[in-house]
């Protein structure tokens, strides 16, 4: 994605309408509006906040999923970011792998 962001090929904006899996964004270009710091997920505002405007981070990982970030505004003590979030699904294999690791545990 940033590759393509960066080349000119594609948007932030567009991408994250495509592929961000967070529904309360994705509609709006992944843009989260401003929040006062201490309000998202620390590694998110971390990130976000070592960013200059206009940047793009790499991957960052929350409880949340994998979020690749563009800083957009620092107003006082808010900011506003967008992103595009990505959800790690579990296999059937993963599943079982655990159910497995699990049952090792409690024998």
Known sequence: FKQDILSGKSTFAELATKYSEDPGSAAQGG???FFRRGEL????EATSLGLRPGEISDPVETQFGFHMIQLLEIKGNTYNTRHILRIPKATEEDILKAERYLDSLKK
């Open 41 to 44: 997920a620390p590694e998110y």
């Open 31 to 33: 843009d989260l509006g």
